[in-house]
């Protein structure tokens, strides 16, 4: 089965004013709602920490509510999180331990 009709997928800025998630997510949501009522189910979030983050946490929440919900994380490379201070990787842990599955773009670090 071609599952494109049926995905939807997520990037964006690393830089989020953290006062101003909530309203962000108030404004994905509001886009998102229609698609979940179209048959949307797949949901790619690329890995990184911002707005990718911010909507892997919330669409994980959703899932809840909404078990066939499938999150994919796209992530760049393995260990990419390296340099990330030990807050914001147990922010990604958490992530990743909740999605439905994990890929990597590349197989390394190419720099």
Partial sequence: MDKRPF????TG???L????EEEIWRRVHTCLEPLLEEGVRYFGVGGALGFDTLV?????ALRESRPQMRIIL????PGYQS???PAQQARAA???R????????HPSRSR
């Fill in 83 to 85: 340099r990330w201070t």
């Fill in 56 to 60: 892997a946490e919330k669409l994980l």
């Fill in 7 to 10: 995905t939807c997928c997520f």
């Fill in 94 to 96: 958490a992530v990743d």
């Fill in 98 to 105: 909740k999605s439905t599955r994990l890929n990597s773009s």
């Fill in 74 to 77: 796209v992530q760049p490379f």
């Fill in 17 to 20: 004013p953290a006062e101003q």
């Fill in 13 to 15: 800025h690393r830089n």
